[in-house]
């Protein structure tokens, strides 16, 4: 099982990125899969999660400016980010909680981290 995240790039105050994570492999379900967040010098912190139902929770700190949502018959979670500020410059790593088709419990998987850099 493997999370492949994409999407990141350089963008100016006030852009907007769309980054993508998919999930590949012998996979039986996806539960919660969520975007982390670690800027330099700082720890990793979470910025958004989406249950298998679609429901939501944000970080207080993304103020309505972020939204995740995800596609479940592509196993792919989206984090679309809108009014960037420098301050979210950081590399965003997806998360996920899957159970493979060789296991009968989930498991925690982490893509790689894609980078996304605000210029103000």
């Known amino acids: 099982v493997q999370l492949q995240a994409s999407g990141g790039g350089l963008v100016r105050a006030g852009g907007s990125l769309r980054l993508s994570c998919a999930a590949s492999?012998?996979?039986?379900?996806?539960?919660?899969m969520r975007w982390y967040r670690q800027a330099p010098g700082k720890q990793r912190e979470l910025v958004a999660t989406?249950?298998?139902?679609?429901?939501?929770n944000y970080a207080d700190s993304m103020n309505g400016r972020f939204t995740i949502s995800r596609d479940n018959a592509k196993n792919t979670v989206y984090l679309q980010m809108n009014s960037l500020k420098p301050e979210d410059t950081a590399v965003y790593y997806c998360?996920?909680?899957?159970?493979?088709?060789?296991?009968?419990?989930?498991?925690?998987?982490w893509g790689q981290g894609t980078q996304v850099t605000v210029s103000s």
């Open positions: 989406i249950t298998s139902g679609g429901s939501t």
């Open positions: 492999g012998s996979i039986l379900r996806i539960n919660d």
């Open positions: 998360n996920a909680d899957i159970t493979p088709t060789f296991l009968y419990t989930p498991r925690n998987y």
